[in-house]
């Protein structure tokens, strides 16, 4: 037997965070229809369970709009199941008047469904004390046990204690919660799993997105699981170190280099790092005029800072050498205020003070 593993879908995010209105609108209908490409997975694969480990919806009383299209899913794939736990983002009965006959839901305490030799089981957590619910649980260990959960893993009385499921017959962990995708072991016959948003919702939340197919009738095992990549977009986060680089062209390069494994449709952001010898305003403008049309989405952000090598000036005859000496010689400064000293300096040597002032 199949099921598929999700959660945290947030179904009517904003998904407003540094993306412009229309590209918004496009993420939050490609979030909905990856809801849709998962149900209609379930029906093509011959799953018999899609399993929603909370957050569904982003807010407590959803629009008409993501509910109905929710129930839309729900209804047109009647030859699946779809079990809704709660979570803390949709806690609110919003279940609508007549809920689909394929619709399972949960509630304050442990409840389970049965499927030939699976067992389901679920309850949705009370934000406060979370962990008394785990001594109420017990399974029949005639049947293969997955329990479904949404909350944090932990060792406070309000999170999930895996210690409490040790020993309990779970074969599997469904959880949702936490927006990555990660697994870990109950005890010597279970697996838990969070199996994290199917799409990144916004540039910090970043890496492969999917699902979980969870498989019981595997040879050699009560249960198997594996991560699907399932995602349109992959939103990546890529940190650079300029520090080696020699001129703001060669920084470009760099940073390009950097970004060069993200595909076109993926959403970029960039974070420039380290420390330079020269100037690297408008690295980011240049940045985003050569990248920008790329990817779905860029956001560049420059962190490097400007050390400027004035002892490679003691010697020279100018203005900005007579400055590098009468800095080099004062006593009272300290090596990393002689450089910041000396960014400024040399800027306002350049004439592009005024500028730098004018912004703070
Ligand atoms: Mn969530």
């Known amino acids: 037997m199949k099921f598929i593993h999700t959660g945290d879908l947030h179904l009517g995010s904003k998904m407003g965070t540094r993306l412009t209105p229309d590209k918004a609108a496009a993420r939050k209908a ?11 997975y379930a029906s093509e694969n011959g799953c018999t369970a899609v399993l929603l480990c909370g957050d569904v919806f982003d807010e407590n009383e959803p629009l008409l709009d993501d509910k109905n299209y929710f129930y839309h899913v729900v209804s047109t794939h009647p030859d699946v199941y ?3 736990l709660k979570g803390n983002h949709d806690t609110g009965d919003h279940f609508s008047e007549d809920v689909p006959e394929n619709l399972l839901t949960f509630g304050n305490d442990w409840r389970y469904y049965e499927f030939g030799d699976v067992r389901v089981y679920g309850t949705e957590l009370p934000e406060k004390g979370a962990r008394a619910a785990a001594a109420r649980l017990s399974t029949d260990s005639n049947f293969v046990n997955i329990v479904m959960l949404h909350g944090q893993i932990g060792s406070s009385a309000d999170s999930i204690v895996i210690q409490d499921y040790v020993g309990k017959g779970i074969d599997y962990l469904a959880l949702g919660h936490v927006h990555s ?10 697996e838990y799993a969070y199996c994290g948003t199917p799409e990144g919702r916004g540039f910090d939340e ?6 979980v ?3 019981t009738d595997r040879p050699g095992a009560r249960v198997e699981t594996r991560f699907v990549p399932f995602a349109q977009r992959t939103v990546h986060e890529f940190r650079v170190d300029i520090s080696g680089t020699a001129s703001k062209e060669d920084a470009l390069d760099v940073c390009e280099e950097a970004v060069s494994g993200a595909k076109n449709r993926d959403l970029v952001r960039l974070l420039i790092e380290g420390a330079t010898r020269f100037d690297t305003d408008g690295l980011d403008t240049a940045l985003e005029n050569s990248l920008g049309g790329r990817f779905f989405a860029l956001s560049v952000k420059n962190l490097s800072t400007e050390e400027p090598d004035y ?3 003691l010697n020279e005859v100018s203005l900005r050498g007579e400055f590098a000496r009468k800095l080099a010689a004062d006593t009272s400064l300290s090596d990393a205020d002689k450089k910041r000293i000396a960014a400024l300096g040399f800027k306002a040597l350049a004439g592009n003070l005024i500028e730098d002032i004018k912004v703070r």
């Open 30 to 40: 490609e979030l909905r229809s990856t809801f849709k490409r998962m149900a209609d």
């Open 82 to 84: 779809f079990a809704y």
């Open 181 to 190: 995708y990660s697994k870990g072991q109950i005890d010597m016959w279970g």
């Open 206 to 211: 970043t890496g492969e997105k999917g699902f």
């Open 213 to 215: 197919l969870v498989e």
């Open 311 to 313: 002892e490679a000036f």
